[in-house]
């Protein structure tokens, strides 16, 4: 600030007029008084630059001061970060069908064309386990299912394809036959009729049977994450959930195939937590090449 005080001054001798009239005291007086009015006027200007500064510096710390203690009181009233992003916690029903559907929705993403593999079914029927050793080739559309017995039965040959009344059985020891899929005969050996076959249906059966719980049902799932199931290194998830009409299972366990996400094992399980259901791929193969003329009865 002097500095600007300092070169006003100069400025204003500079640009003073020459005073020629007059004795020489009168004009030297002249120009002393004038000189000492500038120095005057410099420094009141000076002052005044010095003050506004002042004033200026004070009025900034005044605001810095006052949005610093206003965003100490909005932190004092905001939650943490982590609660402040934080969802609603979900229930255990919900999360359940968050998790089956996601499940649910891979399936539709990653099989398109279908799949075979080597699958070991096993089913409680009249008290005992039932088990079977197939070879199986699913296609998504038209849903059509062929399925090679290994054991028991050896040789039989089970075919259906979306549209027909019948599934064909052929027995290299006996006539082939046409049977209806949800007789009595079919499920003499079976919990549900081939039309129903594929991981997309199971998925949708565990969560038509927990969409059926109140909302308030204490359902449960928890992923156990990694587990050698035989060969095979698998994700585990568990459910339970009470029972629902029409349906006996009231826990559940599926494995997931850790590259595909795809649901290759599931178990079922009674309330008194024995096995009802069990199915495995030993085999899995996505999306494979599937003639048509592989369908045909």
Not at 30 to 41: G, M, N, S, Y
């Amino acid at each position: 600030m002097r500095h600007l005080a300092a070169a006003f001054v100069i400025l204003t001798l500079l640009t003073l007029p020459l005073v020629a009239q007059g004795p020489e005291s009168e004009g030297t007086s002249r120009l002393d008084e004038v000189a000492q009015e500038a120095v005057e006027i410099g420094q009141a200007m000076g002052e005044g630059v010095q003050q506004l500064a002042d004033q200026a510096q004070d009025l900034g710390q005044g605001m810095a001061e006052t949005v610093e203690t206003r965003v100490d009181e909005i932190s004092g009233e905001a939650a943490t970060p982590e609660e402040a992003v934080a969802e609603p916690e979900l229930s255990g029903r919900e999360e359940a069908l968050l998790v089956l559907n996601s499940i649910r929705e891979g399936i539709t993403e990653r099989m398109t064309g279908g799949y075979s593999g080597h699958l070991i079914s096993e089913e409680l029927i009249d008290g005992e386990m039932y088990r079977k050793d197939l070879d199986v080739y699913f296609r998504l559309r038209p849903r059509a299912l062929r399925i090679e017995f290994r054991s028991p039965d050896e040789g039989q040959v089970v075919t259906w394809q979306e549209g027909w009344d019948s599934m064909s059985v052929d027995r290299p020891w006996l006539p082939a036959l046409s049977i209806d899929p949800a007789g009595e005969r079919a499920l003499a050996t079976s919990h549900r009729p081939v039309t129903t076959f594929g991981i997309d249906l199971t998925i949708d059966r565990y969560i038509a049977a927990i969409e059926q719980t109140p909302e308030d049902a204490e359902v449960t799932c928890e992923n156990l994450g990694l587990e050698q199931a035989g060969r095979q290194s698998l994700t585990r998830v568990d459910f339970s959930h009470p029972e629902v009409p029409g349906n006996p299972v009231t826990s559940f366990t599926i494995w997931l195939d850790p590259d595909t996400l795809l649901p290759i094992h599931f178990e079922n399980r009674l309330a008194d937590g024995s096995r009802y259901e069990r199915y495995r791929y030993i085999e899995f193969n996505l999306n494979p090449p599937l003639d048509g003329d592989l369908f045909d009865d």
